[in-house]
């Protein structure tokens, strides 16, 4: 019985945890190129703003985030899961924009953080009112 609950937990985990590992690595990888717009469709660079992509790319970690929060961990966490979610990401930022630093030909900008957090908030507020509690 203990072996099943165990084995549960790990699926949860599993579940809710990876995508958000994912996603964050995906954003780190990108930030290690030099050049990361030669990774991205043209037409987003001319049409929309760098603060722009900045915030939607963190809304989406920020709606993971919340969702593992939620629902792949228990008791207090759990319950303050939006706060968790966004300070989560909003740190995520900050090392992302310290890794930026040491990166040729990138550099690292305190707006650019802030429109992570941005995001953030947007994206996990958004997850939490598109589903119930």
Not at 43 to 54: A, G
Not at 70 to 83: C, I, K, T
Not at 84 to 110: C, K, M, N
Request: hydrophobic share 45%; charged share 15%; glycine share 8%.
């Amino acid at each position: 019985m203990r072996h099943a609950a165990r084995q549960g937990v790990m699926i949860q985990a599993f579940w809710y945890w990876v995508p958000v590992t994912l996603y964050a690595g995906t954003i780190f990888y990108l930030s290690s190129q030099s050049h990361p717009e030669e990774q991205l469709p043209l037409f987003l660079l001319k049409e929309v703003s760098d603060k722009v992509l900045h915030a939607v790319e963190y809304a989406g970690l920020g709606g993971l985030c919340y969702r593992a929060f939620r629902w792949g961990v228990s008791g207090p966490v759990a319950s303050h899961a939006l706060l968790f979610a966004i300070v989560t990401v909003s740190l995520y930022g900050i090392t992302d924009e310290v890794h930026q630093l040491f990166v040729p030909f990138r550099e690292s900008d305190w707006q650019d953080w802030l429109a992570d957090t941005a995001g953030a908030v947007i994206g996990a507020v958004s997850w939490r009112s598109l589903r119930s509690e």
